[in-house]
Nanobody, 113 residues
Framework: VQLVESGGGLVQAGGSLRLSCAAS????????MAWYRQAPGEERQFLAAIYSNGFTKYEDSVKGRFTISRDLANTVYLQMNRLKPEDTGVYYC?????????WGQGTQVTVSF
């Protein structure tokens, strides 16, 4: 299973971006689809997850600003509003299919002052 992220880029503080992550080929519907961020020199950090029953979970610093969603084609989205410079980093999606974690290659998001 290969995951492909898109939607990253450069945005000014206060702006918005929408990330997408889709699997190549046909897959079994993931149990969990999630987004993580890795800032330079830091560990990868959990941001948001959506479960197969629609339940969502967010890291505190993104609550109210980021929204995770998924569609019937097993694409997961991350709508990011009111972006801050500290949101800068490489964003990774993760699918949990069965008991296996699959990761995307990452997409860079840079938020300027």
């Amino acid at each position: 299973v290969q995951l492909v992220e898109s939607g990253g880029g450069l945005v000014q503080a206060g702006g918005s971006l929408r990330l997408s992550c889709a699997a190549s080929g046909t897959i079994i519907s993931p149990v969990v689809m999630a987004w993580y961020r890795q800032a330079p020199g830091e560990e990868r950090q959990f941001l948001a997850a959506i479960y197969s029953n629609g339940f969502t979970k967010y890291e505190d610093s993104v609550k109210g600003r980021f929204t995770i969603s998924r569609d019937l084609a097993n694409t997961v989205y991350l709508q990011m509003n009111r972006l801050k410079p500290e949101d800068t980093g490489v964003y990774y999606c993760k699918f949990v299919i069965g008991t296996i974690d699959y990761w995307g290659q990452g997409t860079q998001v840079t938020v300027s002052f």
